[in-house]
């Protein structure tokens, strides 16, 4: 493959770091699903574990007008505010693939299993904080059970709803501006909820638009497609770490699905809870974003199977 001049080269650093920047947005609230057994990857990929390389839309990415990149950005600590109520979260993983268009605009490529994966986050107080006390007989009833730390224990999951979106380059770059949209449900899990209580849906969902609230630290490493270090390497790695990140406009729908008489519980849990709640009354906090992409240091040189490559080499560093 032939070498890029001195120039080219530090022009296609730039650009691959303004799409990078995109994905500082730390992921999002700490609440999730286990995910799938994942593979182990070699060296600067070992992040990458459910970059979708195998999608159709990144395989046919031609590395001239479309341009494939892998995207994971985590986060170990922060908050989420839902009404009146406060969940502290544990580990977050968002994971997608990104195909970079010529017009400056980037479609999200989502995993099979969904962008984002993390810790289920314990709801404090448990079903009493959630709905009780209450004046209506039936909740009271059940109230009166909780006793038992099993009954009463509830983890709240947040699942994706469909493939993020809404892109905007500059804003990853800068502070206090939305970076990427990501729709979401949460799953509320305890024995007497169900296993169909959500607040938000798919046709509904609590849409996320985290923004960055101070400049991440930028760092960049180049490496071979096994993932070994290598200044010559055909691959490249963004990482933007440290960064707080904050979203404190979206609306939260109400409950719905929750326990047997299912308009009973949802309302128990509405009105505890403060749900629906308007936006402006609602928050997520990152307290640290690690975010890392990888793409090919020079896409332009192996048109028309940039995306091919770009699989190839994952591939290639799977352990």
Known sequence: MPRLSTRTRISTRTRISAVAALTALGTLASL??????????????????????DAPAMLAADGSDRTPQCVVSTSATGSIKLGKTTVVTGR??????VVQNADGTGTVVAPPSGALVADSATVPGGLLGLMCPSDIPVITGICQTLSDAKLNKITATMESVGAP????????????????????RIHLQNPLLGDHCYIGSASAPIVLRPKNLDYPA??????????TVDE??????IDLTGAPQNDNGFAVPGASGCGLNVGLINAAVNAKTGLPSAAGNNSLTLNNAQTFLAGLT??????????????????????
């Not at 930028?218 to 993932?227: A, E, L, P, Q, S």
């Not at 020079?298 to 352990?319: C, E, I, M, Q």
């Open 298 to 319: 020079a896409p332009g040189t192996v048109v028309p199977d940039a995306g091919k490559v770009l699989a190839r080499d994952w591939h290639s560093a799977v352990r």
């Open 165 to 184: 979106y809404a892109f905007d380059q500059t804003a990853g770059v800068l502070k206090d501006m939305p970076i990427i949209a990501l729709p979401v």
């Open 218 to 227: 930028f760092g960049m490493t180049f490496f071979k497609g096994d993932g």
């Open 32 to 53: 999730g699903g286990a995910s799938a057994a994942e593979p182990a990857l070699n060296g600067q990929w070992a992040p990458f574990t459910r970059c979708p390389v």
């Open 232 to 237: 010559a390497g055909e691959m490249s790695r």
């Open 92 to 97: 977050t993983n968002l994971q997608f693939g």
